[in-house]
């Protein structure tokens, strides 16, 4: 038999969905688009309608990013709109039959994932969240508003500068809702409508808002986070660079992340603000350049010490480069005013010089009210405030900087400036908070009107203060600690309001609207109207980069932060109504649906499978009492897809799931032939779960399914989420409560909970039913309730969705534990249970950012009975245990150990190292020995092994070297056999002989 490295075969680009790359190289790089496709981006052999969507995109009279397909039929244009990436699609239908003919045309393509299809089972409405689609394709209007669909409904969908596309014509009354134009002369047959840009929104051009440097949004539409409304980037900053956030800016429908590298590069990445779609990147070789955003353009440094470029918003291609670098930028009223040194104004459009000014060596540029306001620094004549003309560059006025004042904000009238008067007190002085003074000026005459002194928490690195309305407000550290308000003529205290619990002020900075002032760590929001404060936990800002407001929503980036459980990635939050998940359940009709297979398989336990469950079973221990022989012979290989889970080893077949083709597939075990599929409605992030006759799963769609082990039809399926409500993912469309694909089953019973988060949209709700057929046992609502506190901050009780664990009395969910038989929280663990840290358990936990992300770890009782007792020694990047015996793979550490009474008294048995130069990536442990699947360096590119270690004493008893890295956690064993999921999207089977 030939060995594995003869088997190679050619694996398909991943799409660059869940890491976004960086261009390499130490070259300024052009704009790059990161999307891929199967079809091509040539019109050529192209349908009509694809077509004329395809000369609108060239045209830049569409937008690109997410396109919806209502009424998709058999969904061939559907799968066309994709045009090479440009579109995330899903397709709707109403009927059936048709879902799976447009299922199989859109896996025929080559693009299943980026592009889907879904039953439209309400057709009154559409199952999204509002401000969501670029494109909105009908083909058929007529048809579609007699089965109920509105124009309010379709513009509710719509994001803002998108553009919904009718077959047909549209009436007076169409044409009105939301505001929508009309595109003239429109193309042949079609009808285009474009949305505009809401009043109630705003965009952050700048650093701090605008030139002001006000730091308040006029939005508002902004306010405390309630729900997420997409998701996209890397979960985790940099593992080099835990200051990796440098800034985030909206303009123009679109939001702009700048990225720190561990290379001193920066990345510069565009996407839709109203979806997250990549629209472009760029690297910057400038290590923190300068950024500005535009409606249609930006402007930046692309390489220290060189010009000042500007680039074309929508493509991030240059337009522009202006004579002039700067180390600081403004733009106000269509100039770019640079400095220090020569202080000058620029056209922005053109690059033309329209003044110079004779006061150069100032810094600190403010704009606001026709007048430009520097900071004097250096020399005591220099320790000035000067005012410009921001017309002519003429000084108007200045006076003294007493205490040289930092410039803070020009508003209303009033120049603010703010200064430290003394720092952090020596340690025995009492107190942590340094003195610092406001001070405001009239911004007619620089004439100084008030002063305030007060203590400002030392972390935060400077005071914030806010203008909003006649009033100012500023943080007292106190005691006690409070938010104070100001009258903006006099600088009298006018209220007074005492935070509840004492903030922990971070290293960026606070941030307002005219109505909230957003701060905390989490997302805190004061209400400035009625004095009430509002705390999230379902996010936090960047260190270094905090979080900015703009379009109705909260932008957030990558982090390293593990102090709660939160949301991860390139986040935007809504601030609609929470949603009360009760009613949207009852609104949304019956959630099981039974399938043609329906009564017809068991749940019943007719023999012992092998494998049947993500890492075996409930426990997720990953340990098997089955014997594993040392000597690995390949037997076989399939194409799972893009990526593979682990496998699952029923009695008979062997079954993975296509996490990004939505596929289950069930494969015959000596041929590894498949012997059926079936495609749900969104990602299948880990395995399904074998019970008797069944196999069980659930899908970021928010269903569970239930098939027929025996030929995979559908025995049932329910709907887990609490309606039909789509947001954008990293890449792909999933529902608001998405369902982890490994589904818990014991004794007869399903366990899975729908949702992301205990604090956004509604929370998190945890289903046990009958696992043969969907009828509920219990159900229970998590929100804050009593969980599992991690080791930084003892006070926040939140959880993420996910996969379930048990110990057989109770219910493992992050922090969260439940009582398997009621579902009712408890405060106590009942036993050993495995944590799957910060990252949860489907994440490669192989490269933690900053030494800091927590790996997955063994919990178990104290004698005490104090629950959820962390073991240090017992953390790792895998861990598989069986009665008293734990093995960890420790990847930092370059090690593989096992211990006995891991949560008792931990003796260590024995360790071995892992050869150089690679990571482990899986683990698992059988009666006799232990198998290990390592990733030869460089990721993701490198090779892989599997090494087979004695269980009794480590000694290596034989390895087999892979053709590719495998995937994490991708190990399974059974019937004599080991299972390998790689990174390419195989899965690889190995006889296991002795």
Partial sequence: MKAIASLIVSSLAIVAVLHELTPAGGQTSPATNTKSSALPVSPAGLSPAAKTVHGLLSSRQV???????????????????????QYVVQGLTADAASLDAARKNIQAAGVYGQVSAALWSQPASLPYADNLANLIVIEDWAAAGKRGLTMAEVVRVLAPYGTVMLGGQASADDRKQGGLSEMKPPP?????LQKPYPPEMDNWGQVRYD?????????????PPTGVRWINGDRWISENDSWGMLGIYSSGGRVFYLMADESKKTRILARDAFNGQMLW????????????????????????RKPLVALDAATGEQVLEYGFSASAIILTDGMLITGPGKLAAYDARTGKQVWQSEAAGYAGM????????????????????ICLDAKTGKIKWQVPNEGFSELACARGGLLLTEATIRARPAAGEGGHSPEAVNRAYSIADGKPLWTFKYKVHWHQGRPDVFLMGDQIWLQDDGPPQSWVALDAKTGQEKQRLPVAQRAFLRCYSDLATERYILEDVGIACLDVRQGKFASFYGGRGTCGGGYRPANGLIYKSSDICVCFAQVRGQVAYSAQPAADLAALRTAAGPALQKGPAFGQASAAKSQADPWPAYRHDGTRGGATETKLGPKLDPLWQAKIGKLSTQAVIPASL????????????????????????????????????????LVLFGSADGYVYCLKQADGQLVWRMRAAAAERMIPVRGQLESVWPIAGSVLANDGVAYFAAGRHSETDGGIEVFAVKADTGQPVWQQLVRREKMLQQQFVSDVKNTMGGILSMDGKSLYMDRCILDMATGKPLDKATGTFLYGGACGFTEDVARPPYGFKHPWRLWGL????????KIPEMTGSGVCFRGSTMVRLHSERNEVAAFSDPVGRPQQLWSVKLPEKCRGKAILMAADHVAVAIAREPEPDGKGLIIVLSLADGAEKGRLELDAAPAFDGLSTGNGRLFVATRDGRLICLQAGQ
């Fill in 654 to 693: 062997v079954l993975a799931a296509a996490p990004d083709e939505h596929r289950v597939a069930a494969l015959q075990p000596d041929t590894g032939k498949e012997a059926w599929s079936f495609t749900a409605g969104g990602r299948i992030d880990s395995p399904p779960t074998c019970t008797g006759q």
């Fill in 366 to 385: 403010v704009a606001a009210e026709g007048c430009v306001f520097l900071k004097g620094y250096g020399k005591p004549e220099n320790a000035q405030l």
């Fill in 281 to 304: 990147q760029r690297v910057s070789l400038h290590p923190s350049p300068l950024f500005i955003a535009d409606q249609d353009r930006v402007y930046t440094l692309l390489e220290a």
């Fill in 63 to 85: 937008r690109p990013g997410v396109c919806l397909h209502i009424e998709c039929g058999q969904g061939k244009l559907t799968a066309e709109l994709a045009l090479g990436g």
């Fill in 188 to 192: 042949a047959g079609w009808t285009l």
């Fill in 211 to 223: 030139a002001s440097r006000s730091a308040i949004s006029k939005d508002q539409l902004v306010g």
């Fill in 862 to 869: 104290e004698k005490s009975g104090i629950f959820g007792k």
